[in-house]
Each structure stands twice: as C-alpha cells, then as structure tokens.
C-alpha cells in the first residue's frame, strides 16, 4: 500500500521487494498494526516531511527472510517486529544514554523509512524487535508502537502502585493498551474518552471509573471526584488538544501529565501559578527505547496484555482510516498484508 503525495491516493499494487543493507535484515510481514500516526503521516499532518512515495506502517509482525552481511545475532527464521524507531545512529548524545527515539539521525518506519503496510519489509537489526518464537503475529503486532509507547509513557508518568492514572483516549489504539498496562503496573485507572460503547470497552479493558467527554457537563471536576482529588498522572492518547489542556487542569497537585497524542498543530497552555503551586510536571513520551520495548513485550508474552485487535486485509487500509477519523474504532485494526 503505497502513496505518492500527501493525502493523496492510497495505492494497492505490487512494488519490488527491498534488499537490506549490510546492517538490516529483511522481514516477511505477516500483520501490521494500524496507529493513528500512520493517518497523520498519510496526511502530512506535522512539521516533519515524509519520504515520498512512501509504504507506511511500523507496527509490522514478520519472520526474517534475509540477513544482511555485517548483521550478527538474528537467524533466518526468527520472529522480528518493526518498530517506528526503524534505526538510529547509535554514537549521538541521544543514543549512547538510552534516548534513542531522540536520535537527529532517527530512521522512522512508515515515515522515512518504507514500513509494514507491505509483504517485506527491512529494519536495522539493532533495533528490530525481538518476538519470541510461537507469539501470535497478529495479537503482538500493536505492542511494536501502540505498547511500547504508552508503557514507557507510564514508567515517564513516575507512579506508585495504588495511585490513580487518568488514560485520556481509553478506547483507542493507545488507549486500550495503556489501561491495560497501568492496570498490570499496579495502578488504578480512570478512562476518558467519548460514547457509552467506549465506556464500556474501556472498563472491560480494566478501568475502575469512566468520564465520557461527550456528555460530561465539567470533565475537569469530574475527573477529580471519580480519583478524590484527581489522577496523580496523566497519559494523554487522544488526538485532541482540548483533552490535553483539561488534563493540565484535573491533574492531582504534585502529579505527572504525559503527552503522548500528536493532534496536528495542537498547542497546551498552563497557568504559571497553578503550575509552581501544585507543582506539577508537564513531560512529553515518544515511543521508547530497546530496552522498554524489551519490557513491554514481556508483559505481553506473559499473558498480562491482550491486544483488542480486528484483522482485516491489507487492502482495506483506506476504510480503516476513514473510520479512524471519525472516532469509530474501538481498540486497534491490524491489516493482513496477504489479503
Ligand atoms: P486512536 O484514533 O486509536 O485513538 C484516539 C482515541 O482518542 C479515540 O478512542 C478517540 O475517541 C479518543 N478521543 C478523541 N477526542 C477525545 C477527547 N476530547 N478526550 C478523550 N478522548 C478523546 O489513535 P491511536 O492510534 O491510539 O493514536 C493516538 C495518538 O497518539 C495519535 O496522535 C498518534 O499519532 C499518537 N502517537 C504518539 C506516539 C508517541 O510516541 N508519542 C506513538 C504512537 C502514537
Ligand atoms: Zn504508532
């Protein structure tokens, strides 16, 4: 699935099949997630150009087909994810103190780099997942972004088992995900996001409380009475600036807000005086590095995540962002790149 110009026409046809260079290794994709990112960079949504034509997709599930010469440490026949990091430098400041993801030279699947919406597809081996052998291609396919992301945007939010987390965005790709990875970190959590049938995605997912922003008449007050005196952090997965903005207001005093959700343009205002006499912190999270992606596999291999997941062809991929779009997805779509 390949596309030539910005918000222009998604093409499905047959393309060649790449070869990877000395450091990459090449990966039949079987599955791949759909993120929201994958719309945003469809559409050119940020101040950051795509390669063009571009294949997007980087939550890509696969076996490794081919091994690029200087590539040590991967065999013909393993289970390999590719992730938006597709590859970074590896000497920058950044990258030799763990901020990989911060890397100016960063290789970014689907953006700069032709990604999962395809049958093969290559990553550098350094930063390639590791899936163990027997994983559900399609189920682990949304921890490569949509789980790596919001569980190192949880260990950023700093919490304590027993203290609340508002997940802003519940029912989304993200979302679910994070609500489930909260749960699993110890921590109570408030789902916000809009429809009764997200309401109830989102607590069967595991939130304890809901607020529904569609009819809440004050989401700020009532954020704070479902955590008596508002969630010590916050994870903000919508694509919505106004979400974000609420967020800076319900926060708990002394507590964390993450911003993690990219709404084109979007801009997020806090009072000085609130901010210096609560005392809160505004962190940004952008996916993670080898080691969280590491970890938050692991808790999906031991059976702590369950990815709420609707398989669809790839083919398909044009309704699937419509329905993005417009709100209507509950958890995440994952293409098959055979159909
Ligand atoms: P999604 O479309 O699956 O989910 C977004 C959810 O937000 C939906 O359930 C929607 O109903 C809900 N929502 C909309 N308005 C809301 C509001 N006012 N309050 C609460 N909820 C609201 O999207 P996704 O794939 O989960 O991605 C979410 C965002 O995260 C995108 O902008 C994506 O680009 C970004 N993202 C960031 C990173 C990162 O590293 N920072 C990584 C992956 C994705
Ligand atoms: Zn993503």
């Given at each position: 699935m390949?596309?030539?110009t910005?918000g222009?026409?998604l093409q499905?046809?047959?393309?060649?099949v790449?070869?990877?260079?000395?450091?990459?290794i090449l990966?039949n994709?079987?599955?791949?997630g759909v993120c929201?990112?994958?719309?945003?960079?469809w559409?050119?949504d940020w101040?950051?150009?795509?390669?063009l034509?571009l294949v997007?997709?980087?939550?890509?599930a696969?076996?490794v087909?081919?091994?690029?010469?200087?590539?040590?440490?991967?065999e013909?026949?393993?289970?390999?994810?590719i992730?938006?990091l597709?590859?970074?430098?590896l000497?920058?400041?950044f990258c030799?103190?763990?901020?990989?993801?911060?890397?100016?030279?960063?290789d970014?699947?689907?953006?700069?780099?032709?990604g999962?919406?395809?049958?093969?597809?290559t990553a550098?081996?350094?930063?390639a997942a590791?899936i163990?052998?027997g994983t559900?291609?399609?189920?682990?396919?949304?921890i490569?972004?949509?789980?790596?992301?919001v569980?190192?945007?949880l260990?950023?939010?700093?919490?304590?088992?027993?203290?609340?987390?508002?997940?802003?965005?519940?029912?989304?790709?993200?979302?679910?995900?994070?609500?489930?990875?909260a749960?699993?970190?110890?921590?109570?959590v408030?789902g916000i996001?809009?429809?009764?049938d997200?309401?109830?995605?989102?607590?069967?997912?595991?939130?304890e409380?809901?607020?529904d922003?569609?009819t809440s008449?004050d989401l700020v007050?009532?954020?704070?009475?479902?955590?008596?005196g508002?969630?010590h952090?916050?994870i903000?997965?919508?694509v919505?600036?106004r979400?974000?903005?609420q967020?800076?207001e319900?926060?708990?005093?002394?507590?964390t807000?993450?911003?993690?959700?990219?709404?084109?343009?979007?801009k997020?205002?806090?009072?000085?005086?609130?901010?210096?006499v609560?005392t809160?912190?505004?962190?940004?999270s952008?996916?993670?590095n080898?080691?969280?992606s590491?970890?938050a596999?692991?808790?999906?291999?031991?059976g702590l995540?369950?990815?709420?997941?609707?398989?669809?062809?790839l083919s398909e991929l044009?309704?699937v962002?419509e329905l993005m779009a417009?709100g209507k997805?509950?958890g995440?779509?994952?293409v098959?790149?055979y159909k």
């Open positions: 390949i596309f030539e910005n222009g026409e499905y046809k047959d393309i060649d790449p070869k990877p260079k000395p450091n990459e990966i994709v079987k599955y791949s929201h990112t994958d719309l945003h960079a559409k050119g101040p950051l150009a795509t390669k034509p997007g997709g980087h939550e890509g696969g076996e087909v081919a091994i690029g010469e200087n590539v040590t440490g991967w013909l026949g393993d289970l390999a994810g992730k938006w597709n590859g970074s430098c000497s920058c400041e030799i103190t763990s901020k990989e993801s911060n890397c100016p030279h960063a970014l699947s689907g953006y700069t780099h032709d999962s919406f395809q049958q093969y597809a550098d081996a350094v930063q590791r163990p052998k559900d291609l399609a189920q682990v396919a949304p490569l972004c949509a789980g790596i992301t569980y190192k945007a260990k950023t939010a700093d919490l304590t088992a027993g203290q609340w987390v508002a997940i802003s965005g519940a029912a989304g790709g993200l979302g679910s995900l994070a609500v489930q990875y749960k699993a970190m110890g921590y109570r408030v996001d809009g429809g009764a997200k309401g109830e995605f989102a607590k069967s997912m595991g939130a409380a809901f607020v922003f569609l008449k007050k009532d954020v704070i009475k479902a955590t008596n508002g969630p952090g916050v903000n997965v919508s919505s600036e979400a974000m903005q967020s800076v319900y926060v708990r005093p002394a507590g807000v993450v911003l993690v959700g990219l709404p084109a343009g979007a997020v205002s806090a009072s000085v005086f609130d901010s210096v609560k809160i912190s505004i962190k940004g952008y996916v993670g080898r080691a969280d590491a970890e596999i692991e808790f999906f291999s031991r995540i369950k990815c709420p997941i609707k398989v669809v062809g044009p309704k962002y417009e997805i509950l995440r779509y994952v098959d790149t």
